[in-house]
């Protein structure tokens, strides 16, 4: 891939909040695996469209999935549940972001039970599929720079 890096459009900071996005499944027969639990593959396509729908916002142009970090399955999911896919940009670097995705399931009342996390990182790319300049992330709160923190460690071990 070429090394020849363009700016994008707009390069101002963007607050997570302006590209979290959120995606409800209603978990189904057809998603089931031989064990009668959500198959984890599934799971696993519908967090990354989830992460990807919020890199593209937050990048402004197309974005391709560079790779998955950490991807955890913390509860079987069970035929006819409420399965909330979440997203927010958690870092972002020259030309890739990082997108924490999570999975909750939801009861009647409106708890939530985490079922599934991991990070994933896309790289910005535009119409020709050359890398581009992503903006950088515009940190809001303690939590926000506490993951960005933990994202910069990770990237110098
Ligand atoms: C991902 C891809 C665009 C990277 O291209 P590349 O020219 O090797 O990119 P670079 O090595 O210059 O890295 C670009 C950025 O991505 C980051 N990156 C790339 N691979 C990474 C990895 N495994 N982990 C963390 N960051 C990674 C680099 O740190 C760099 O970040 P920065 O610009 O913010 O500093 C390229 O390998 C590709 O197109 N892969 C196929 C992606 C795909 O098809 N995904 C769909 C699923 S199959």
Not at 19 to 43: C, D, K, P
Not at 74 to 100: D, F, H, W
Not at 104 to 112: A, K, P, Q, V
Request: hydrophobic content about 40%.
């Amino acid at each position: 891939m070429s090394d020849h890096i363009q700016p994008s459009l707009s390069l101002l900071p963007r607050p997570a909040s302006a590209s979290a996005s959120e995606q409800a499944h209603i978990v189904t027969v057809g998603n089931m695996n031989g064990a009668n639990r959500l198959f984890g593959g599934l799971l696993f396509s519908w967090m990354d469209e989830t992460a990807g729908v919020t890199a593209r916002r937050h990048a402004g142009t197309h974005v391709t999935t560079a790779t998955v970090e950490s991807l955890r399955y913390l509860c079987p999911v069970v035929r006819n549940q409420v399965l909330m896919c979440e997203a927010k940009v958690i870092y972002t670097g020259k030309t890739s972001l990082e997108v924490l995705a999570t999975a909750w399931l939801e009861d009647f009342d409106g708890t939530r039970t985490l079922a599934a996390d991991g990070r994933f990182i896309f790289v910005a790319l535009d119409e020709n599929g050359n890398k581009v300049q992503v903006p950088p992330l515009l940190i809001e709160t303690p939590e926000e720079q506490a993951l960005f923190d933990a994202a910069v460690e990770r990237r110098k071990k």
